[in-house]
């Protein structure tokens, strides 16, 4: 069973960077496709990017060049940086395996 | 970017009836369209991958319909365990965009 745990300060003040880690088990990074997404308080959504088994990425433009995403194959982890937030950024940050399978979500407050 | 037009954005049904959700695409998407349930503090669950295919192990009262721009998500007979939040996603053009979400409750 393919199993994603998001894990991360719950807390980022404006101007700062975002990271956020998604620890994988039951299934390799190395294969499928591993996204970011994120819900925003009212419940929108956004597909963020993601990371191929490769290790090619795609982000979504509205990002521009505020985003990452990376991985660290030998333990199972893919990660999101995402630069220069603000208040805007609020969101529960949810990972997954594209499409299936998602984590349960963290919550990151943008304030001061 | 693909804007997704779900509807309705809340549904209250009672045990037994035969409820369906919308989504609506602002371009032709094929069949590329998937629905997900998610249920208060749980992971968004894989209910229907392209537009009509279901995800193993999801019971047979959920079907998906559609393609083009109109998609419908239709559980046969509501069951208790089905309240949750139900949204579409578009996987046809990046960026993959998703619809508002419903908020099915029991009447």
């Known amino acids: 069973e393919v199993q994603l745990q998001e894990s991360g300060p719950g807390l980022v003040k404006p101007s700062q960077s975002l990271s956020l880690t998604c620890s994988v088990t039951?299934?390799?990074?190395?294969?499928?496709?591993w996204g970011w997404i994120r819900k925003f308080p009212g419940n929108k959504m956004e597909w963020m990017g993601y990371?191929?088994?490769?290790?090619?990425?795609s982000y979504n433009p509205s990002l521009k060049s505020r985003i990452s995403i990376t991985r660290d194959t030998s333990k199972n982890q893919f990660f999101l940086q995402l630069n220069s937030v603000t208040t805007e950024d609020t969101a529960t940050y949810y990972c997954?395996?594209?499409?299936?399978?998602w984590g349960q979500g963290v919550m990151v407050t943008v304030s001061s | 970017d693909i804007q997704m037009t779900q509807s309705p954005s809340f549904l209250s049904a009672s045990v037994g009836d035969r409820v369906t959700i919308n989504c609506k695409a602002s371009?032709?998407?094929?069949?590329?369209l998937n629905w997900y349930q998610q249920k208060l503090g749980e992971a968004p669950k894989l209910l229907i991958y392209n537009a009509n295919s279901l995800q193993t192990g999801i019971p047979s009262r959920f079907s998906g319909s559609g393609s083009g721009t109109d998609f419908t998500l239709t559980i046969s007979s509501l069951q208790p365990e089905d309240v949750a939040t139900y949204f579409c996603l578009q996987h046809n053009s990046w960026p993959w965009t998703f619809g508002g979400g419903t908020k099915l409750e029991l009447k």
């Open positions: 039951g299934y390799s990074i190395t294969s499928n496709y």
């Open positions: 997954a395996r594209v499409p299936r399978e």
């Open positions: 990371i191929s088994y490769s290790g090619s990425t």
């Open positions: 371009q032709n998407i094929n069949r590329y």
